[in-house]
């Protein structure tokens, strides 16, 4: 009862400052900025805010090349005031509370932002803190790595490099992911390496996931268990880690399938993804997310489902496609025309196909491009079948994709390869 007007005094005597704006850009990652560039060549000048706390804006999809040690962390961000539009407005705050019935959100600096339209880019979090052991063992224990963040994501190779024999685990959680195939790329550089290196025979490599296949699209996932197969990966499914004993060098698992059984396995590398979930303020903010967590949009126009001039883009949607920064990049050219829409009065009509795409990295010149939709069925750019493992699309991944997100995605002038695919296809897909 005392607690929340002194809070609120706090609060307010600290900054409270009201902004307002036509359109509400919440995070400045993939798909916000590439969304936010496009409003901002058709509003006026700071009739977009974007409010996003992150002083650095990370190219996540180079974390698995940095973990492989093809490039430092230094090649894989930019200072977010490099990145984020000029003519939009950047709050450096994070979102406290969101009120879709009144319009306004709260920031935890206590400002109050007023919008007409808001878009809903927060992306997921990491929660490590939710297995035993895991945040310690990363930080003292010299076998345990994780490409998902940036404060690990170089220990990875230093790991590699210092491997000697035993086991190299490889997890997947039992939770949402953003690029499903990053956990077991991983795995192929390091099986990769270690052959290269002469430590291969001398290694077990195991990859244990919690989902019951090796990945979502049957054409990938068969060329997948040829890979396993050919180089001796052991793959372990519906097989989630529960904790880390880093004192023992041992890590748990639990069978998914049968409750309560455990195994143990000890460990000399273990390259852990951990479970993920859209941020707090979303996820328990009934009005705009669903039972899961994720804002609740139609999966074709992405929509929210109960606020028309809510959208949301990237990680933290709900439509059911694979996380990705490509998946954003074809659905930031479906927020921009529907959101424009509905502003001027016009029927929302664009549709989101679900595509996504994934870069399986499967050693250090090779790698399989997957590519597909909403039904899982591919979705190829190119006139080949990409189930094959090519260098060209490694060096594609390495070499291209990054100046490609940096230069025209942040920029708002990549849709993804639609129209290339079109023309490739000689107008047939
Ligand atoms: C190891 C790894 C490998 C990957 N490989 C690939 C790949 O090969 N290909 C590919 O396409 N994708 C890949 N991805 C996935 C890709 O990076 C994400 O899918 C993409 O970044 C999602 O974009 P987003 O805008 O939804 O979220 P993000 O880009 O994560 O941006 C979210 C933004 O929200 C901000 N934010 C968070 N909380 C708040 C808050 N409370 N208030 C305000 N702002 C907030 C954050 O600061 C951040 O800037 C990879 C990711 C990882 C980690």
């Not at 307002?20 to 009739?47: D, H, P, Y």
């Not at 063992?137 to 230093?158: I, W």
Request: with cysteine.
């Amino acid at each position: 009862m005392f607690l929340r007007p002194l809070q609120y005094v706090t609060l307010t005597s600290n900054r409270s400052v009201h902004h307002s704006c036509r359109v509400l850009v919440i995070g400045g990652g993939a798909g916000g900025c590439a969304v936010a560039a496009k409003l901002t060549k058709v509003l006026k000048k700071n009739e977009v805010i974007i409010l996003d706390p992150s002083e650095k804006h990370f190219y996540q999809p180079l974390f698995t090349l940095i973990g492989g040690g093809i490039y430092g962390l230094e090649k894989s961000f930019k200072f977010q005031k490099d990145v984020l539009p000029e003519d939009a407005k950047w709050i450096q705050d994070k979102v406290q509370q969101l009120s879709p019935k009144s319009n306004e959100v709260i920031t935890a600096g206590g400002d109050t932002i007023k919008y007409d339209f808001l878009l809903l880019a927060l992306g997921l979090e990491t929660n490590y803190e939710k297995i035993p052991g895991l945040l310690e063992a990363l930080q003292t224990d010299s076998g345990v790595c994780s490409n998902y963040s940036d404060k690990y994501v170089e220990k990875t190779f230093k790991v590699m490099k210092n491997f000697d024999s035993g086991n190299a685990i490889f997890t997947y959680p039992d939770s949402p992911v953003k690029c499903p195939g990053a956990p077991q790329k991983i795995c192929y550089l390091t099986e990769d390496y270690l052959r290269k290196n002469g430590k291969r025979d001398k290694a077990n490599i195991i990859y244990n996931s919690s989902l019951p296949v090796i990945f979502g699209v049957k054409k990938y996932a068969d060329a997948l268990w040829k890979v396993v197969e050919g180089r001796n990966i052991e793959v372990n499914l519906r097989t989630n880690l529960i904790e880390v004993k880093p004192d023992k060098k041992e890590a748990i698992f639990e069978n998914l399938d049968k409750p309560g059984e455990k195994k143990v396995y000890e460990f000399s590398m273990l390259h852990v993804t951990p479970p993920m979930s859209t941020p707090a303020v979303l996820r328990t903010n009934k009005e705009l997310s669903n039972s899961t967590g994720f804002a609740d949009v139609n999966p074709d126009s992405l929509q929210h489902v109960n606020f028309p001039n809510v959208f949301a883009i990237g990680d933290c949607s709900s439509s059911p496609n694979s996380k990705t920064a490509a998946a954003a990049a074809a659905q930031s050219v479906v927020v921009f025309k529907n959101l424009m829409d509905e502003m001027n009065g016009r029927k929302v009509t664009k549709k989101y196909d679900g595509y996504a795409s994934c870069p399986l990295v499967t050693g250090y010149n090779k790698c399989i491009l997957a590519e597909f939709d909403y039904k899982l069925q591919p979705l190829e750019t190119f006139p080949i079948d990409q189930d094959k493992e090519m260098i060209s699309m490694y060096l594609m991944k390495k070499l291209f994709m990054p100046p490609l997100y940096w230069n025209l995605m942040m920029k708002g002038y990549w849709n993804g390869p639609a129209v290339m695919r079109k023309i490739l296809h000689l107008g047939f897909k």
